[in-house]
């Protein structure tokens, strides 16, 4: 069976770092593009990065140039760093395996806060 399990987020203060990772099973790794979502309180959620097949990489405006997705196929898992976190960072965020640039499975999700 196909599994996504997020796992690096927490508390931390404006302007520290995070990286996030989401560990993949039950299939080719290599096959499908995939994607970083945050879901903030009663708002929906959202496309933060996306990595694509062929490599190429796609942000939220809010985030370019603070945060990068990346992937490494020999562990199945794809990561996101996040530097210098402000607190409207702040939300739920889920991996997803895309197809057609539509998330198709999704990873339970991990918190992330960012105080003042």
């Known amino acids: 069976q196909v599994q996504l399990v997020e796992s690096g987020g927490g508390l931390v203060q404006a302007g520290g770092s995070l990286r996030l990772s989401c560990a993949a099973s039950?299939?080719?790794?290599?096959?499908?593009?995939m994607g970083w979502y945050r879901q903030a309180t009663e708002k929906q959620r959202d496309l933060v990065a996306r990595?694509?097949?062929?490599?190429?990489?796609n942000y939220a405006d809010s985030v370019k140039g603070r945060f990068t997705i990346s992937r490494d196929n020999a562990k199945n898992t794809v990561y996101l760093q996040m530097d210098r976190l402000k607190p409207e960072d702040t939300g739920v965020y889920y991996c997803?395996?895309?197809?057609?640039?539509?998330?198709?499975?999704w990873g339970q999700g991990t918190q992330v806060t960012v105080s003042s």
């Open positions: 990595l694509s097949l062929g490599g190429s990489t």
């Open positions: 039950g299939s080719m790794f290599s096959s499908n593009a």
């Open positions: 997803a395996v895309l197809s057609f640039m539509t998330p198709q499975l």
